[in-house]
């Protein structure tokens, strides 16, 4: 009998728990099937340990779950954001503040994958970027979030701390090549709107500007390509 299904008792549950550093290998398994099951498992496993030991598999766990947000598997990005969603809300009191310097790697992927093409996605995506959003404390990026302003989530996100925009960035950047239209928009719309509020240049600015009203058009999808030209004429 394998892992997952020995996973659904409550009884065996607890007792594999001493597996799981081994079941965290699996995550980068190449075989997309064996990293579903994983997560599979550690879905039911943490759904059935004591609050305090599924805190620490929270932390634990948490960081390993980002990559396969991108996933070219819409099931695999699917699952790995819902338990990403579950482990924060499994955290207790103690270890609050250790998680929040965590989850904030995860707030640029969540919010792109508000727009991913995969429906069930964006809607996890969305709940998960809520559960980040109240375990930071951050009533703001809450209330835009429920009001599914995207525009305005984007804005929160670089006007809260310039300390971390450079990282955004950095985390926004390899978004340009996804596969997927409405991420790639993503990621040119919260780069043009980092150059308007960081720079100083006016031409800079209004390349930006510009890149924005196209991007919010009607025509969006169709001028992606020249959008992407426009970024890669900007000085450095």
């Known amino acids: ?132 959003a109240e375990i930071l404390k951050w009533e703001e990026l809450k209330d835009l979030i429920q009001a599914q302003q995207t525009w305005r989530i984007t804005e929160c996100l670089l006007v809260k701390d310039r300390r971390r925009v450079e990282k955004y960035l950095h985390q926004s950047m390899p978004y340009l090549k996804d596969a997927q239209a409405s991420l790639r928009e993503a990621a040119i719309k919260f780069i043009a709107l980092q150059a308007m509020e960081e720079d100083s240049e006016a031409s800079i600015c209004s390349l930006a500007a510009q890149t924005v009203l196209i991007l919010t058009s009607s025509r969006a999808r169709h001028s992606l390509s020249r959008s992407l030209w426009v970024l890669r004429c900007w000085p450095c």
Not at 5 to 34: C, F, G, W, Y
Not at 114 to 119: A, E, F, G, P
């Open 1 to 132: 009998m394998g892992l997952m299904t020995l996973s659904e008792r409550p009884e065996m549950a607890r007792k594999i728990q001493v597996l799981l550093p081994d079941v965290v290998q699996t995550l980068q398994d190449a075989n997309k099937h064996i990293r579903m099951k994983a997560l599979l498992v550690f879905q039911s496993v943490v759904g059935h340990m004591e609050r305090t030991k599924a805190s620490h598999v929270a932390l634990q766990l948490s960081g390993k779950l980002l990559p396969l947000f991108d996933d070219e598997c819409s099931q695999l990005r699917e699952l790995s954001i819902r338990l990403f969603k579950d482990l924060i809300k499994a955290v207790v009191c103690c270890d609050k503040r250790r998680m929040k310097n965590k989850v904030w790697r995860g707030l640029v992927p969540l919010l792109f994958h508000m727009s991913d093409q995969t429906q069930s996605v964006a809607k996890v995506s969305e709940e998960a970027l809520l559960a980040v």
